[in-house]
């Protein structure tokens, strides 16, 4: 069993991080501006476990003040995540607005659904 458990992390999942590091492009670290909102979308609906996941994050994060400013938290719900793509392309490096992602948006981006490319 444990020879399996090996060769499973082995050829699985060793070449799937090093993909995801080759792909990933370099990120810039970019602050909020103090004072203004900061908008934490998702893409799902506000009552599934992702939705949920959000709102309590950003609840925490307003009460703790581990983040100074203060948190909205957003829904861009439809075309199995392709509006919640295209909303946050038209913000455009925006450092306020920030998404929380899950397999849905890969899945769109590679279905070419969404005004977005893997390369933005």
């Not at 909205?72 to 509006?83: D, E, I, K, L, M």
């Not at 909303?87 to 659904?113: E, F, I």
Request: with cysteine; charged share 15%.
């Amino acid at each position: 069993m444990r020879k399996k458990g090996l060769f499973f992390s082995t050829v699985v999942i060793f070449p799937l991080f090093v993909i995801t590091l080759a792909v990933a492009p370099t990120a810039q670290a970019v602050y909020p501006e103090p004072g203004k909102v900061i908008e934490l979308m998702h893409h799902s609906s506000p009552g599934g476990g992702a939705g949920l996941f959000v709102l309590t994050c950003g609840e925490l994060l307003n009460k703790t003040g581990i983040v100074k400013n203060k948190i909205q938290v957003t829904t861009h719900q439809g075309g199995s995540s392709a509006v919640a793509l295209n909303y946050l392309l038209s913000k455009g490096g925006d450092p306020n607005v920030v998404m929380m992602w899950t397999t849905a948006q890969l899945n769109a981006l590679n279905r070419g659904t969404t005004k977005m490319k893997f390369e933005e």
